[in-house]
């Protein structure tokens, strides 16, 4: 099994930043990739950014330009730098683990971002 901790979500006032973070521990084969969702209340989860083994990256269109995926390999550790926060993006994040193609994914409990005006 493997587990995720995040931490690094809150309220803030529109134009600030917030900084998430994501560790997995646990019985690691592998690490594929890892990154961020987003959920509202009755609404999919959705893709924010997601960084391959390779270093590869993909942000949602939202994202671009505004938030900055990193991770640390050695620690399993991935974080979410978010800049220049809106409203809009309030929402709950859940971080995202999958150690092999095709192999379980595994989510964390989720840390809500509040964005105010």
């Known amino acids: 099994q493997v587990q995720l901790v995040e931490s690094g979500g809150g309220l803030v006032q529109a134009g600030e930043s917030l900084r998430l973070s994501c560790t997995a521990s646990?019985?690691?084969?592998?690490?594929?990739?890892m990154g961020w969702f987003r959920q509202g209340t009755g609404e999919k989860r959705v893709q924010v950014a997601i960084?391959?083994?390779?270093?590869?990256?993909s942000y949602a269109d939202s994202a671009k330009g505004r938030f900055a995926i990193s991770r640390d390999y050695a620690k399993n550790t991935v974080s979410l730098q978010m800049n220049s926060l809106r409203p809009e993006d309030t929402d709950i994040y859940y971080c995202y683990f999958l150690p092999l193609l095709g192999s379980k994914m595994y989510w964390g409990q989720g840390t809500q971002v509040t964005v105010s005006l």
């Open positions: 646990g019985s690691i084969v592998g690490s594929n990739a």
């Open positions: 960084m391959a083994t390779d270093g590869s990256t």
